[in-house]
């Protein structure tokens, strides 16, 4: 038996490490790379592993964690501060959603209830994905980045009362609206007892344990908080996410949230692998034979669909044209709950395989096709918003014209957030001439209200550079680390100002060479200088004079990349 199971693990390790190593190399997430290693080796592919009470259970234990993050995430105050976003704009897209798809299903003879649910799985996006994507472009902040995170937290909040009708229908073997009914009424019973019962509970216990200074009994504290809560669910009736998003919910409001974030992290990404694992075992490839029409009629569902959905949503709101044609993209895939909801469904006999599969196969690709979508986001608003794009190009362009026209041999601070404002404090101070270009509207305004001389506008664009006076410009500093923009903010400077000198500050050291390689004059990674700079001071206080202090240190920083000597900075 242990011989079996272990030929099972490496298995799937092995698959799973091929299919990502895969999708790495394309630019796609992880989730995809899982679901295609469960694919390849279930029972619908090589039939190396079949579906088990094993492959269930370690299934089971990813939902549990994966629901226990999202708890941690959901945080009342910043929901209530969001309210608007939050509450109408994600209850318009969850539920026009479910009503339209819904509709649709109903009319091809799909029963009410079943039809809620496929309409609930098609309206969830993946956090994940979405989340990972919108750092990596630096809009995380952004409107259009803090309106998707908002509907993206509705959405997981929705996901709630869809597991507690399946744990109904699993209870009952059928829909049964009393049953339902009673397990909402225990699931807000349990969330009031979460909010005024454990929470003062649980944040004692963290505490104490937090003071043993032991990290083996904190993390050991947070898995028994995260399956016991979950089994404490499945003893009040309810589905085990259910229990174990309460509590992530109830530690998420402490403050031992981000430690309790990086000890779970390892355990929940592990996981929540084996999950898409087993959810690509049960996709069976032959639906997109046996009934193509189907999985076409998905993706298009999930896909057009939930962009229409979302541009409704966004001129019902009122939100500015390209704000929601950039959210309509970035949502438009499915996500990790709708494929839990599927197979949870499937499982349970609420949705037939012959409806369910060609739906779970839509997530699927719409999910391997969401990082590119949220990429090329911002281009599609363009060409769709058109003319009405350009005006407000050239009015922003003009604006910058106008305030940079008087300037000469000057620099251009491209992001004015938390470097760049430091940075043109020191400027004003030494009087030199700058203009700082920043594309983020909140940060933009914190900068213009602490009286700096900047202008909104984003520097990664070829006019707006020209606008800033990079022809005329002794330098450009780039106070972000986002490899594509830096790249082309450097190839334009240099084709406009061949003689312009270029530093870009990078949060660590990692990425220096590559940064020199696209041709930037000086790299200044942020933890090198804040390292050096307290070696500095330990030098002092150890009674080092302040010239050896220096030398030093100039010594070792030369030794940190002998291969970018000169290039890099202090």
């Known amino acids: 038996m242990a011989d079996v199971l272990l030929i099972k693990t490496l298995v799937v390790i092995l698959a799973s490490v091929s299919s990502i190593s895969l999708v790495a190399r394309a630019g796609l997430p992880a989730a995809g790379g899982y679901l295609m290693a469960g694919l390849v080796i279930g029972p619908h592919g090589l039939h190396l592993i079949a579906t088990s009470d094993e492959t269930r259970f ?29 509450f109408v704009a994600g209850s318009l897209q969850v539920g026009l959603t479910v009503l339209i798809v819904a509709g649709i299903a109903m009319l091809w003879g799909v029963g009410l209830p079943t039809a809620v649910l496929l309409g609930g799985a098609v309206a969830m996006s993946s956090t994940a994905i979405t989340l990972k994507q919108l750092v990596d472009q630096g809009d995380v902040s952004s409107q259009q980045g803090r309106l998707v995170l908002a509907t993206l937290l509705f959405q997981d909040l929705a996901t709630l009362p869809f597991l507690v009708v399946l744990g109904g229908w699993k209870q009952s073997g059928g829909p049964e609206p009393l049953e339902t009914l009673r397990q909402l009424g225990i699931a807000a019973g349990a969330l009031g007892v979460a909010a005024f019962v454990c929470r003062p509970v649980f944040r004692a216990w963290l505490t104490w344990v937090a003071r043993t200074n032991s990290a083996d009994l904190f993390l050991l504290t ?58 690509g075992m049960e996709v069976d490839p ?29 001129a019902i709101m009122r939100w500015p044209a390209p704000v929601s044609t950039r959210a309509a993209l970035i949502l438009a895939h499915g996500g990790e709950d709708g494929l839990l909801l599927l197979t949870l469904a499937m499982k349970v006999g609420a949705i037939e395989p012959n409806v369910g599969q060609p739906a779970l196969l839509a997530l699927a690709a719409t999910m391997a096709l969401g990082p590119m979508l949220i990429l090329r986001s911002a281009r599609f608003a363009e060409f769709v918003n058109g003319a009405s794009h350009r005006a407000k190009a050239d009015a922003e362009e003009a604006a910058i014209r106008a305030e940079s026209q008087n300037l000469g041999d000057h620099v251009i601070l491209c992001g004015c957030g938390r470097v760049g404002r430091l940075v043109s404090l020191v400027l004003e101070a030494a009087k030199v001439p700058y203009i700082a270009v920043e594309s983020d509207l909140m940060r933009f305004r914190r900068a213009k209200k602490s009286g700096h001389k900047v202008v909104f506008g984003d520097a990664g664009r070829k006019r707006v550079l020209e606008a800033a006076g990079v022809t005329r ?9 986002r490899r594509h923009a830096v790249e082309r903010i450097l190839h334009y400077a240099r084709e406009q100002n061949p003689a312009v000198s270029s530093i870009v500050s990078v949060a660590d050291d990692q990425e220096i060479i590559s940064f020199v390689r696209a041709g930037a004059s000086t790299v200044f990674p942020e933890n090198v200088a804040a390292g050096l700079a307290l070696a500095d001071q330990v030098l002092l206080v150890c009674g080092f004079s302040q010239d050896t202090a220096a030398n030093i240190v100039t010594t070792v920083r030369a030794e940190l990349n002998p291969e970018l000597r000169g290039r890099v900075g202090r």
């Open 473 to 481: 410009a002794r330098l450009v500093v780039l106070t972000f680390d």
């Open 58 to 86: 370690l299934a089971e234990l990813g939902i549990i964690f994966l629901m226990f993050m999202v708890g941690l995430e959901f945080s009342f105050s910043a929901m209530i501060a969001a309210r608007r976003d939050v």
């Open 286 to 314: 032959s639906t997109i034979t046996a009934a193509p029409m189907a999985v076409l009629a998905w993706i298009i569902a999930c896909l057009p669909g939930k962009a229409v959905v979302v541009l409704l949503v966004g």
């Open 222 to 279: 947070v898995l028994l908080l995260a399956l016991g809560t979950a089994f404490a669910g499945r003893l009040a009736d309810l589905s085990t996410p259910i229990g174990a998003f309460l509590a992530g919910m109830v530690v998420g409001e402490s403050d031992f949230r981000h430690q309790v974030e990086d000890d779970i992290r390892p355990f929940r990404d592990v996981l929540l692998g084996l999950f898409f694992v087993t959810t």
